[in-house]
């Protein structure tokens, strides 16, 4: 197994680019050297406070380095001092080198002619292969004859990207098999995977995207009220900024490349927005993809991050841009306006009916999955056109309010001392947030009839959203949901039938049910 060790610090420029969070720069090298087999043995960092470019007498900074495996750092001192350890790890960093205990080196931001000379000058004596960022350092490391086989430059480039061209050259170097790992996170946590296919999630592309939506949704609330009528006007800009919204999560989600991601996806999310939600959507995930697939590529060429970062955020979204602009927007416009059709259609044609069916199945759809991939993306189809959402309306009165009665039933009845616990927290989130309904499960697993009156309760209050007509959202506090629709009032009757039949029918089954011990 090969050995590598990283010399540097925050850097001046570095420091505005992820350097001024050492720890997750270091832990992007030790991700992507741990998927190429590669062990980091030794390093010697300096973390500042504040830019090199501008350090002062008073600056503070914390030597890192790693030992059994783990990376760990010093208190925060004075700069000088922490240069003075430094420089004792570099010579024993350079004795190890020597020793050829360490087979090549990351360079970032390092003093070369300082605090890293030993540990340098005995690569460039053992010719073992260097490569980094930091034009004077690396510039300098050349002429002292060291073996450096590639030098990337800063600027545009992110902790990712430079710990990816890194350990490109480097395994390429040894001869060694290397896939970066990216690490996107999404609505089920954190993916850690190669594959670019795995990291495609709808689901998570969609979670992230309701606070941009709830953010149209109290626009459009307020512009209702005469002295703030102005403010339609932002609606409408909102609305068209939607697409973009779900482009730049996508292609961040998918690129797994931050900042590098977030650039190709506004470019081509405003390529899309001919195209809607759908068309954002799609954009988003082709620019996350050939991103990703650039950003590799040019490492291997061995072109310098900044311009590598340029192919993976400009040219990629462009590309994206250009394909859905021109090819996909309309396709994903009729498939957008598709789906409101046939809601609007089954409204027309019954809308208790409608109301009541939604209600009756939604508990099944979130309880089986189906919700996050299948609902969730039609309430935000729904809201992109009018900014409020029939499903929307029977997430909140089916599903929140319905969650909320059986929680607070479980506060008032209990039908174990330990439920009044349980149930109080999801009792004020659903209530106080308009989400967490997972907290009625434990009652409704626990207690088939339980079970059976949240989907009872759900069908009901659907029914109600139906025969009001109401359009409206969730995700929001349950006092203010019935000012973000169509029908404030209808709204609001329809979420305390759902409660109320959910709490009055938890209270009578906890009663029948209660154990002989006093629950209260």
Do not use: C
Not at 28 to 50: K, P, R
Not at 273 to 294: D, E, P
């Amino acid at each position: 197994m090969k050995k590598i060790a990283i010399v540097g610090s925050s850097g001046g420029n570095l420091f505005s680019l992820g350097g001024k969070n050492p720890t997750k720069l270091l832990g992007e090298i030790l991700t992507q050297a741990d998927s190429a087999g590669i062990t980091v043995s030794n390093i010697v960092f300096v973390g500042a406070t504040t830019s090199m470019d501008s350090i002062k007498a008073t600056t503070k900074a914390s030597l890192y380095e790693i030992q059994d495996g783990e990376l760990v750092n010093t208190e925060l001192v004075g700069l000088t001092e922490a240069n003075e350890l430094a420089k004792k790890a570099d010579q024993k960093l350079s004795a190890d080198i020597l020793n050829g205990e360490v087979d090549g080196i990351v360079v970032m931001s390092a003093d070369a002619k300082g605090i890293n000379a030993k540990s340098l000058a005995a690569a460039a004596e053992k010719k073992i292969p260097i490569t980094g960022t930091g034009g004077t350092s690396m510039a300098y490391i050349q002429t002292l004859g060291a073996n450096v086989i590639s030098i990337s430059g800063t600027t545009g480039t992110t902790n990712r990207t430079r710990a990816i061209a890194a350990l490109t050259s480097l395994s390429k170097f040894f001869g060694i098999k290397y896939h970066a790992v990216i690490k996107s996170s999404s609505s089920s946590g954190s993916v850690d995977n190669s594959s670019i296919l795995s990291r495609i999630s709808i689901r998570g592309i969609m979670l992230a995207s309701i606070p941009g939506f709830i953010a149209m949704a109290l626009v459009l609330a307020l512009s209702q009220i005469p002295a703030l009528a102005e403010l339609y006007s932002i609606f409408d800009i909102l609305i068209v900024a939607l697409p973009v919204l779900v482009a730049v999560i996508a292609a961040k989600q998918v690129s797994g490349l931050d900042e590098v991601g977030i650039v190709a996806g506004v470019v081509a999310g405003v390529l899309s927005v001919n195209g809607g939600i759908i068309g954002g959507i799609i954009g988003g995930i082709i620019a996350g993809i050939l991103a990703a697939l650039f950003i590799e590529q040019a490492t291997k060429w061995k072109i310098p991050g900044t311009t590598a970062n340029i192919i993976a955020g400009g040219v990629a979204g462009l590309i994206a841009g250009l394909l859905v602009y021109y090819l996909i927007a309309p396709v994903a416009l009729w498939a957008g306006d598709g789906i409101r059709w046939l809601i609007d259609s089954a409204l027309v044609l019954s809308p208790a009916l409608a109301g009541l069916v939604a209600g009756l199945l939604i508990w099944p759809a979130i309880m089986g999955g189906v919700y996050h991939a299948a609902i969730l993306p039609i309430v935000l189809i729904e809201m992109e056109a009018e900014g409020m959402s029939f499903l929307g309306a029977v997430d909140m009165v089916g599903l929140v309010m319905v969650s909320a009665g059986i929680t607070l039933a479980n506060i008032v009845w209990p039908r174990r001392k330990d439920d009044r616990s349980i149930a109080a927290p999801g009792f004020a989130i659903n209530v106080g947030f308009g989400t967490f309904v997972e907290a009625a499960y434990p009652f409704m697993f626990s207690n088939k009839l339980i079970m059976g009156t949240a989907i009872l309760a759900s069908g009901i209050g659907g029914l109600f959203v139906g025969i009001f007509g109401v359009k409206g959202t969730a995700y929001v506090p349950s006092v203010v949901a019935p000012a973000l629709s169509n029908n404030p009032l209808g709204f609001a009757i329809s979420m305390l039938i759902a409660m109320g039949i959910a709490f009055a029918l938890t209270i009578i089954i906890n009663r029948i049910g209660k154990p002989k011990v006093d629950a209260k």
